[in-house]
């Protein structure tokens, strides 16, 4: 007898995978998880210890909704969970007094009434003591920004999804999907074959893979992360020091507290600039320039926290052209729907983009307002593409 397809299958068990396993199955689906890797695994984009999450937004207003729903979510799922994934310490958003990062973040909070304050450079560093930015700085604060658990994140998901009836297979590579005659998905290994009502694609970098047409918009890029042991440790406790977003004269970084005594933890967006396969990506060569890029930051900026490197991580960004993500339908498929180019900033997301898959997948549609996420937007030719079925 042939096995009963499944009603849904997810493609990708990361950080929006597990959240669309985890609410499809919570809404009575049979649903199935199909992952190459193991659960909370290194090789793509949803690890590192710490993710920071904030509501004060530059990149766009319109994600503020967004994530005060995803705040809901996050807190139901540890509630639930019974521990603790989402940690409040405060946000920074700092830059020149007349860039967006510190402009559209105060007005970010001002269109959504979020509680905030300006602060000039020497208000920052009496009331933070290991930021040293240059003296035109200026920085927008906001109490409920902070930090979650990416690994905790994807397995109090994936735990809560198998236990409302979820299944889950990991090691296992999809080397191809295809919409049959009559409406079903199939998905081929090298040795099985799955058939399901509705597909809902999150491979993360390997986006471009399964939907072909985002080769040119979903590009995974090379990130190298680092911790240093702090000089001054009191100065970077979570109650003394806010999760920060800034750009100086090197560019555009992103830092942490010092969490379970692992270290200053901090990045630069785009680092080198490298594109990336993910298959092929060396996730162990640091090189000297991947330290300069970091140390000389640390030296300048935050010299209380220049200590020792304690460890170094190889991660990926899939970055779209304009930075914001792409939530939508395949355009031939209605049964197929996917979520791609998070461009360094998803992570927070992830609780709601699962609510909106699973949305997407049962309903067509979704009460969040994602029309600045959808795939016909500028620059974002997949809508007009034709048919795709198969991945390498």
């Known amino acids: 007898m042939k096995a009963k397809p499944w009603d849904v ?8 995978g597990s959240a669309a396993l ?29 993710r920071i999450i904030r509501l004060a937004y530059y990149e766009d207003p319109a994600y503020v909704p967004l994530l005060c729903r995803s705040y809901e979510l996050w807190r139901e799922l540890e509630s639930g969970a019974g521990e603790q994934l ?32 300006a602060l000039g450079n020497a208000e920052i560093s009496a009331r933070w003591p290991a930021y040293r930015f240059p003296a035109d700085t200026m920085g927008l604060f906001q109490p409920e920004g902070g930090f979650l658990l990416p690994e905790a994140c994807i397995r109090a998901h994936v735990n809560a999804a198998q236990a409302s009836g979820a299944e889950l297979h990991t090691d296992v590579r999809v ?41 040119t918009v979903a590009i995974p890029e090379r ?59 060396d996730r162990e060569r640091i090189s000297a320039a991947d330290k300069r890029v970091l140390l000389q930051f640390a030296q300048r900026y935050f010299p209380t926290g220049a200590g020792p490197a304690l460890l170094y991580k190889v991660c990926m960004f899939t970055n779209t052209p304009d930075e914001h993500f792409i939530i939508d339908h395949h355009p031939q498929h209605e049964q197929v729907c996917f979520a791609a180019g998070f ?11 699962g609510e909106i898959l699973a949305d997407l997948a049962l309903q067509g ?20 593409a034709g048919p795709s079925n198969t991945t390498n």
């Open 9 to 16: 299958i997810v493609l990708g068990v990361g950080g929006m």
């Open 365 to 384: 549609s979704t009460r969040h307002d994602i029309d600045f996420l959808r795939a016909d937007r500028e620059m974002i030719p997949l809508a007009t």
């Open 86 to 117: 989402l940690h409040i310490c405060g946000s920074l958003d700092c830059g020149p007094a007349n860039d967006e990062i510190f402009t559209a973040s105060l007005q970010s909070c001002i269109e959504h009434g979020l509680e905030h304050e």
């Open 175 to 215: 080397r191809e999907w295809q919409v049959r005659p009559g409406g079903l998905v199939e998905l081929r290994t090298d040795d099985a074959a799955y058939l399901a009502q509705r597909l809902v694609i999150s491979a993360g970098a390997w986006a471009g893979q399964f939907l072909p047409e985002l080769d």
């Open 22 to 50: 985890y609410h499809l199955a919570r809404r009575g689906q049979r649903v199935l998880g199909l992952e190459q890797f193991g659960i909370a695994h290194e090789m793509g984009s949803s690890h590192g210890l710490t």
């Open 223 to 281: 990130q190298v992360l680092v911790w240093l042991q702090p000089q001054e440790p009191a100065h970077f406790k979570a109650e003394r020091f806010p999760v920060f977003n800034c750009l100086v004269d090197e560019g555009r970084y992103y830092g942490f507290p010092d969490f379970a005594g692992q270290g200053f933890k901090f990045g630069r967006y785009h680092h080198l600039d490298e594109p990336a396969d993910p298959d092929t990506l």
């Open 343 to 353: 461009s360094g900033h998803g992570f927070k997301f992830a609780s709601v983009v």
